[in-house]
């Protein structure tokens, strides 16, 4: 069997209000050639200025994902010819990128692939280009250009070719964009472009060739490009793995025998394709922007930036195991539903002290309700300290678990706090000698069930729960058991 | 003397005492124009109406007593690489023909704070490439003083207008010589300041690295008014460098005292013009006798300097120019002929079976970049973008552009080196006076040598300045170049003060 080798460059948007050489919007979804000017449509004349915001947000996300922070960096051109680029090359980093060598963890706490961390070669900034729009209605073969789009901030990291698998491309497109989302950096908005995605994917395949370095042959690298959803990414890495394959097995092809290749992902017919080579062969003649000065970072300026550094979610995951003892698949679930939801959790844990309880009324009942009215969490109707309130009782079994979840849906209609909500609904304590009187009286009308359980059936008690509830809708029927078991023991 | 003949700093003074208008000296100007530049072709476009309309706002305002700029009422000429708002900005090429920028230069923006009157476009070589103005897509300009003969170039129009007395004053680019090598052609003075004192915000791009705007003008005192007028910080050009902007008008008659000159050996070696060398040796010779102390130094690298600059240079522009693709602005070749012959040479392709041919036929838009810039672009332009692509594509950038920036420092040392034992060198602008117009038309090389003295300061981002120091017997005019260290415009302006002030030689204007 062949191993998938996968290395995937990620273009990020970057969250600043105005572009990265001028002072343009970047908002999203204007009328066309609207967030325009002079500058970032490339009028003769126009000279870019540096947008220091963008640099503090790479440098941000470099930090966050352990890569160094370069002292010394610069603006080059790349030149290409594209109606989108008015320019005629796009300002990019080339040799000296903002940031360099990091990494990523990625886990699956399902346990699909072991945990590893992946590899990033570099992060660097970027001018995103214009879009074409063809318009082929009615027999015209016109295309329009809108050049909104122009010069807004891109962060582009490129990993190493780390990845194995397309679940674990996935992961790590996963977690990259929740940890930019933490950061704020990116909007990561893929509908909108604000996160695009290209694969570079090759195969491994054992072989007893005396040519094959370390047992191993390689297939010529292929570049998918103009993937927009995370399942795509998927997709396209398994179709192409497959591809790959079978093209080995029919030409025998290795890598440096043939140029890389580019090919598109066609989402609905489920194929990548081979885009034109004269569209790819490309020299980009890369040389530095003689209009922009290098830049030079400080130490200073770098521990300004880590001073706003948040908490990362590798970081609560973990401190959610360590310190709140929960599964790490149920932090993997909080930390999935961004910071928010974190703080909505660590509120209700640490006012209610049942971190447990608290996780699983949040991971269940709260992200249901959630799902299926489609609002975050900030819409939601109950705050975390009323649902921490709640939890306390439920924990401390005041409140029957058994009638918990009535509970809850009445919070979530009235908004009313747990007492209220249990008053409401006529849920009173029960104290203990209640239950007792109870149990003593239902075991004497009941004495099958007492001979069963002093049998060794315990779970013959469970008949009586229901005429319990049925005598008091109130009893906390574990308490019930547990007392009826006493009292048989007792005899 | 009449208003054409005075200087700048003349006009102002009677303007200030109310002997003359705005609307006489511009009229002035205007009818030189009018009456000469049918010979000489200095301007690609005058705008009376406009240029009159501006004079006469500025004297109601003196009449009412406002405080007005320090060019106010003056006319200036600005070449025709620096956008004004609303005017075409042509670059001298076909394919910026039809562009009216949507704003304005910082230069020409400076300019109408000065309250200076914007008289007109001048002439220039396509895009600034070319050193003698017969590259515009337009007109070829004559020198002034021969009309047989180049102002040089690329800003021959700016100096040709100045020394033909229809501009007091001009606007003109210096990317490799382009300002100080007509002015010496024309006998007028004019300076490239250090690379970023004077905003590039608006300047059509050629090589950004060494492009720089700057003065001409018909004395030193002249060039010193307007440059303290376009100089400055700019915050929409990142090249631009954040230093106070000294007043370069304050000392400027104040001689300098043991002022040291450097002499370069290498300035005066093979192919030097023994009238421009005899011109350039009295010159010295005048400072000597005001005291400056001569030193004798070298610049070993100079002699990489053309080189060096035709890497470089073209390199950028190849960059610069690949926005005139005829998709958003400028020139676009006509579509229904392109897409015709398209389909015509498909057909015949296929006709014919040849599947190599087909297989070669441009996209449509490959097509229609290809048409639009082959028709729109000029030869010269068209060397400068191939010579750039080329040393810039894979496998060749090492060996040309990497290995010029090297060079490029070592010119920079040499001259850092040289400015710890001098405060300015001296030596000729030109290796020989104005050439003959048609002179360089098969011989491109030829034209690169025009830049031997002066693209240097480019390289190195030096202030550099020319101004008139003899004639040859034939009557041409005789170009002086002073270099300073980066930032020391106001040294060089004193020191050329002194010479014109020497006696040693009085700045003529050119019969017409």
Redesign the interface.
Known sequence: MYTTVIGLEVHVQLATKSKLFCGCSTAYGAEPNTQTCPVCIGMPGSLPVMNEEAVALAIETGLALNLQIAGFTKWDRKQYFYPDLPKGYQISQYDLPITHDGWLEIEDPKGAFEPKKVRILRAHLEEDAGKSLHDEAAGKGDTLIDLNRTGTPLLEIVSEPDLRSAAEAKAYLTELRLLLTYLGVSDCNMQEGSLRVDANVNLHIPSDDPDAKDGKIATPIVEIKNMNSFRAVERAIEYEAERQHREWKETGRRLGQSPKQTRGWDDAAGVTRAQRSKEESSDYRYFPDPDLAPVAITAAEVDKVRERLIELPAAIRQRLVADYGLSLYDADVIVNQGRPTVDYYLTVADQSGDNKLAANWLTQDVLRTLKSQEIGIEQFAIPADRLAGFVKKVSAGDLPSSRAREVFDAMLDSGADADAAMESLGITQVDDSEIDALCQELLAANPKVVADVQGGKQQAIGALIGQAKKKNPNIDPGKFRQTCLELIAKG | MTLVESSAAELLGQLGAGETSSREITQACLDRTESHDAQVGAFLRVDADAALAQADAIDKRRAAGETLGPLAGLPVAVKDL??QQGEP?T?ASRM?EN?R???D?TVVAKLREADAVLLGRTNMDEFAMGGSTENSAFQPTRNPWDLKRSPGGSSGGAAACVAAGMAPLSIGTDTGGSIRQPSAFCGVVGMKPTYGRVS??????F???LDQVGPIAGSVTDTALLLDAIAGHC?????SLDVAKPNYLQDIDKPLDGLRLGVVTEHFGKGLDPEVESAVRAAIAAYEGQGAEIVELSLPHSKHAVATYYVIAP??A??N???Y?G???GYRTEERAMLAQLQADRKAAQEAGDEQALDDIDT???RM?RQSRSEAIGPEVKRRIMLG?YA???GY?DAY?LKALKVRRLIRQDFDQAFEKVDLIIGPTTAAPAPELGQFDNDPLGMYLLDLYTVSANLAGLPAMSLPCGQSKSGLPIGLQLHAPPLEEARLLRAARMFEQSGAWETKRCEL
């Open positions: 620096l956008c900005t670059c910026l562009f920028p949507p704003y230069s590039r915000f608006g300047l059509v791009a090589a950004s690295s915050e929409r050009d990142s090249t390199c950028e190849s960059s120019l690949a926005r693709d998709a958003h602005y449509a838009l490959v970049y692509a810039l594509s894979a950038y552009y």
